[in-house]
């Protein structure tokens, strides 16, 4: 679960972006993931940063029907 989430070491996304210049938008899955990245990248100009409910069985807020709403915008970019 997200607060067992401790000492958490980022992914090299920074030369992921330098080396995919094709990437164009970012989605997080939850808040969480989203507050991660913030605190260890900063954004970067040109690309589109989305924070989606998360996927996750412990997500109480969101019902199957309204998880895929909002999800739904992975295929329509």
Avoid: V
């Avoid at 990245?37 to 019902?63: M, Q, R, V, W």
């Amino acid at each position: 679960m997200d607060l067992a989430i401790q000492d958490e070491r980022p992914n090299p996304i920074a030369e992921l972006l330098e080396t995919h210049t094709s990437i164009k938008h970012i989605i997080f899955n939850g808040q969480k993931a989203y507050s991660l990245y913030l605190k260890h990248f900063d954004k970067k100009e040109g690309i589109i940063y989305s924070c989606l409910p998360s996927t996750s069985p412990a997500n109480a807020k969101s019902n199957l029907e309204n998880l895929i709403a909002h999800w739904r915008i992975i295929i329509s970019d």
